[in-house]
């Protein structure tokens, strides 16, 4: 079994390399060596989960941020689709959370996060989840966790295509297109969704009333109303295009563009009394990223280099008619820039099965223009204009060493520097270990440690008014320990792993009024700790009779605990839960196929959210907890000429009310129907 | 065996139906408080739909928080900006949720509301049927008929928006106007039209008027040009005295103390100043204490000084009360952010 294992895992691991005849014989050499003690070398000590394909490919409509929220212990803060859908990975914030896209980076530069809603996971062939200190070998600042995402060539040889429909509620439509052809050394995909949708989804408002008033302006009656969400229409588009090439050599070449171009209606609060005739908030995003890469097994050496492009255009667009006839003229017309070049180098060498060492260097240059568009003054024509124009340049270089001194031993070492603008943090180590504990059952033991650096933003730093150049990188010590173990059989196989972590951060970035009124200035003050265990479990097994069952869970214990000190001697926010993060959540997909039939049950438990930093327990202080449930049912029709598949979701399934983000309504019941077609070109 | 699978198979529905779903009708609670007492505005936070309303009786010393959502069963809003008491309702300006709420100042309990405004700031009563309402995106001040509570008309301020704090003499209400302009406005409540402004330094964020009957600005300044304090004649539109603060600490939350005829504001410290003073005072009120001072009110009947600390702006704040020497009388804890102090007298 464990030679079977160990094949797998370097199929797995070599990837698309295998698939070229030439250099069959130099990728065995070192993909060989990585597998060693059962473990990829890679791996040592790395906590890692990867997003499973069948998540990934759950919907055309489902972002990442559904698939991050269903497949992993990250709590994604969201008020429904295609709103701003952030992370907290080990109770941290959003900014803490380093993600890559084909090995460039995806947070913005002007406020360090990223936007979950805005990646749909059917542009993510490969996604894995590094947590705490694992990060830190894929880059610096992560200091929850870091997310991996790529695409990566198609399998299918020669032409093949895949249209998928999809129409649901709330007048909501999903279209997606790929098309990929393989054809000797070279192959190529195209990938577009188109998404739209009214988003008007109907609920009852208890956060405000709907009053009858006589003559006289007195109050007679009133209801919770039941209403539309307003203003939450959106548009999103996405185009993918990828290339890639394998020469005789050996030589990897790929190019990954994808363009993404979206309309938000930002929906009004539900106490907000304005109609959507008088206010309209909107937000319009438009990103091209580009990432060329080359790479290439020279015996014990893999070297590869990337570079690439990203451009952001933002726009967030308020306009407002008091007379209520829809002839909106701006308010606030907040506009930014951002340029991002980015290059990296990076070199694998492992002389023998003990050793492997790793080295690479990624630098990003960014421009930023950022700055309020709105006219303030008619007569002369001025703009407000009151942001700013920066430009950075970041550095992260990083070495590794890993050692397998026995097959049940693993222990690496990560370096790593980074360089912002003309300052740089301090060496961010980390340090890794895993022991097979016992072979019966695949369990294996792993300890991570890591300090960590987070340098602050552009808008950190410069935004204005407010930003403070004086900003120092916020520091943050974490570790963690954990067991796994890994069960198969011919029919079954079953993955279960428990961690415990502990993260302490220093000089937090919070932005707080500080000087002068209306003012919010980022200082470094806050100091938190966070702790917690997750706990994962995916299994799988085959009937006789032919019926497949698996399911994939996930919980997470997370505190995150304010430890700084107080503001003013009324603070009672030191020892408290930070807000917005739960302390319990929880995730279950069960899938059960027979046959053509797949039926899929998702499962979501969030305890509850404070929304005030002392913890309060009243109405405006928490967002109860929320139990979400979700069932969709597939059948897959095979034709001489093209498979068809046709399915059914059903979301909210209990027809639940409830709120994710204070004054923020959730759809009810709703449901979609999708309709993929593949034809069969003949492929070989 | 058999039983624990048989229990968990009983609880698995509950819980996957979700048993513990909260969110739903708010209960409605009783309030009957006539007497003297203070009402504070809690801004809340910006687009987290979290302002609310507490009051405060000085000579119990007890706080009442969230009196506006447990009296009504619903939410006040997003930014409770200011609350203002007239003919015996208070009005309660919720800023970025468009409406005013009527409120009996006793029960807390809705009785009426003044909507069709985008993103009103202050209500000010002109007459016994006339009030004006600012707003920070409307380039027109509205006139509400307070018998109705309906918009009756438009004052169209020559493209000012960012209207602000209002006050009034004989026949002329002065609105400064405060995120990029330089302006206060002179309406003319006899024809409800623009009459004129007065030209003072940028950003003036708040206004008083004194016992003498001048007028008082707060400007923010900017690069070259200092934040200060303008004494105003409302009679002639001239400026009589401009008071310079250091570029770091402008002032803000201009505030009259009628009884001694005192101005205080806040510029990072709290100070006060006489109102006919030819120059800024040496010491503070009350010195800063690590955290920004964020609301300031003083009450009209004692000269008692309400000073508001946000904390971390995510809390429940800390309000000081002091006697008019400056000694500390009672500390309580309201809503987030609270932004401004409604005076009840008897």
């Known amino acids: 079994m464990l030679r079977i294992a160990a094949i797998l895992i370097a199929l797995l691991c070599a990837g698309p390399a295998l698939a070229q005849r030439d250099s069959t014989a130099r990728t065995v050499d070192i993909e060989r060596v990585e597998i060693a003690g059962v473990r990829p070398m890679k791996e040592i000590g790395v906590q890692r989960t990867v997003l499973d394909s069948a998540l990934l490919r759950e919907n055309i409509s489902s972002s990442l941020a559904d698939a991050l929220s269903s497949g992993s212990t990250i709590f994604i803060k969201s008020y429904g689709r295609a709103t701003l859908a952030t992370a907290s990975f080990r109770g ?59 695409t990566k060539e198609p399998e299918t040889r020669g032409f093949a295509m895949r249209y998928v429909q999809g129409v649901g509620s ?18 190529a995909v195209t990938r577009v969704l188109v998404s739209t949708s009214e988003n008007d989804f109907r609920y009852r408002n208890y956060d405000s009333k709907q009053f009858v008033t006589n003559d006289n302006g007195e109050i007679v009656d009133a209801c919770y109303p039941l209403q539309r969400n307003r203003n939450g229409a959106f548009r999103d588009l996405h185009l ?186 301090p060496l961010i180590p980390a340090l890794f270990v895993d022991w097979l504990l016992a072979k019966r059952g695949n369990v294996v033991l792993k300890a991570s440690a890591a300090r960590n650096y987070r340098y602050p933003t552009l808008n950190d730093l410069y935004f204005q008014p407010g930003g403070n150049p004086d900003l120092d990188p916020e520091r943050g010590w974490t570790w963690d320990a954990g067991v796994e173990s890994s069960l198969k059989s011919r029919r079954s196989s079953l993955r279960l792993s428990a961690t415990a972590f502990d993260s302490r951060i220093d000089d937090w970035i919070l ?149 994710s983000v204070l004054g923020r309504p959730m759809p009810r019941l709703n449901a979609a129907v999708f309709i993929g077609i593949t034809p069969k070109f003949g492929s070989r | 065996m058999k039983r624990c699978l048989r229990n968990i198979m009983l609880a698995l529905p509950a819980l996957v139906a979700g048993a513990c779903m909260e969110y739903g009708p708010q209960s409605e609670e009783r309030f009957d408080l006539p007497g003297r007492g203070v009402f504070i505005t809690c801004e809340g936070n910006f687009m987290w739909d979290n302002a609310s309303l507490s009051y405060y009786d000085p000579a119990t010393g007890a706080v009442e928080n969230n ?133 003072v330094g940028w950003q003036p964020n708040s206004l008083a008027l004194d016992a003498n009957g001048k007028l008082w600005a707060a400007t923010d300044g900017r690069d070259g040009e200092a934040p200060a304090l303008w004494r105003i004649n409302p009679a002639t539109l001239e400026i009589e005295k401009k008071f310079e603060l250091p570029p770091d600490t402008p002032p803000s939350r201009l505030t009259f103390d009628a009884r001694n005829n005192r101005i205080y504001f806040i510029a990072r410290d709290v100070w006060r100043m006489p109102a006919d003073a030819e ?47 400056g000694e500390p009388l009672d500390t309580l804890r309201v809503g987030i952010i609270p932004g401004s102090f409604c005076f009840k007298r008897q």
């Open chain 1, 240 to 425: 993918l295009q990828e290339f890639y090439y394998t020469s005789r050599q050996g030589d990897r070449f790929s190019l990954a563009a994808w363009y993404l171009d979206t309309d938000r209606g930002l929906a009004l609060l539900s106490s907000d009394r304005n109609t959507s005739r008088e206010k309209r908030n909107s937000q319009a995003e438009r990103t091209l990223r580009a990432v060329a890469a080359w790479d290439r097994l020279f015996g014990a050496v893999k070297a590869g280099v990337r570079a690439g492009y990203t451009y952001d255009d933002l726009r967030y667009l308020m306009e407002s008619d008091p007379d209520g006839q829809g002839n909106f003229t701006p308010v606030t017309d907040a506009r930014s820039r951002i340029h991002t070049l980015f290059a990296r180098a990076e070199a694998e060498y492992a002389p023998n099965e003990k050793w492997m060492f790793a080295a690479n260097v990624s630098a990003h240059q960014h421009r930023v223009n950022s700055g309020d568009l709105s006219l303030i003054d008619a007569t002369t024509g001025r703009r407000a204009d009151t942001l700013y124009r920066q430009q950075r340049f970041e550095l992260s270089a990083f070495a590794s060493a890993k050692w397998r001194p026995t097959p049940r031993l693993g222990i690496a070492a990560d370096l790593r520097w980074e360089l912002y603008g003309d300052r740089s943090t």
């Open chain 1, 511 to 659: 932005w707080i009024a500080t000087a002068k009124q209306g003012v919010y200035t980022p200082i470094n003050i806050r100091r938190v700790h966070s702790y917690g265990v997750e706990g994962k479990l995916a299994g799988s097994t085959e009937t006789p009779s032919g019926w497949r069952l698996a399911c994939d869970g996930n919980i997470a214990w997370t505190r995150s605990v304010n430890r700084g000190d107080k503001f003013s001697a009324a603070d009672e926010s030191v020892g408290k839960q930070l807000v917005y993060i739960p302390v319990w959540s929880a995730a279950l997909t069960a899938r059960v196929a027979w046959r053509r039939w797949e039926l899929v049950y998702k499962w979501q438990w969030y305890s509850e959210r404070f929304t005030m930093s002392d913890n309060d327990l009243g109405v405006l202080g928490r967002v109860p907890p929320y139990i979400m449930n979700d069932l969709s049912l597939e059948k897959n029709l095979e034709f001489r000429r093209l498979a068809l598949s046709v399915k059914g979701c059903i979301y909210n399934l209990f027809n639940e009310e409830y709120q």
């Open chain 1, 170 to 187: 709330f007048t909501t439509f999903d279209e997606f297109l790929r098309l990929s052809y393989r054809a000797g050394r070279w192959s």
């Open chain 2, 67 to 199: 009196v506006f959502l447990r009296a009504n069963g619903m939410k006040l809003g997003d930014v409770a900006q200011s609350m203002v008491l007239h003919d015996g309702k208070g009005y309660v300006v919720v800023n970025n949720s468009g409406v005013i709420y009527v409120i009996d100042p006793a029960t807390f309990r809705i009785t009426g509301l003044i909507e069709e405004v985008v993103s009103p700031r202050y209500i000010h009563f002109v007459d016994e049927k006339t009030a004006y309402v600012t707003d920070l995106y409307d380039p027109r001040i509205s006139v509400v008929d307070t018998r109705t509570n309906r918009i009756r008309a438009r004052i169209d301020t020559d493209g000012h928006k960012s209207t602000e704090q209002m006050v009034q003499t004989g026949d002329r209400v002065f609105v400064n106007c405060w995120s990029y302009d330089d302006k206060i406005l002179v309406i003319d409540t006899r024809t409800e039209s623009l009459a004129g402004s007065i030209t």
């Open chain 1, 92 to 150: 941290t914030a959003p900014s803490h959370t380093q993600v890559t896209w084909n090995g460039m980076k995806m947070n913005s530069p002007m406020l360090g996060q990223v936007d979950f809603s805005l990646i749909p996971s059917y542009f993510v062939d490969d996604a894995s989840i590094y947590h705490g200190a694992s990060s830190v070998g894929i880059t610096g600042g992560g200091l929850g966790g870091a997310i991996t995402l790529a």
């Open chain 2, 279 to 325: 120059s800024l005072p040496a010491e503070p009120f009350l010195p800063y204490a690590g955290t920004l001072y964020y609301g300031l009110g003083v009450d009209p009947d004692t000269a008692e000084v309400y000073v508001a600390d946000a904390i971390d702006y995510v809390q429940h704040a800390a309000v000081y009360r002091f006697s008019p020497d």
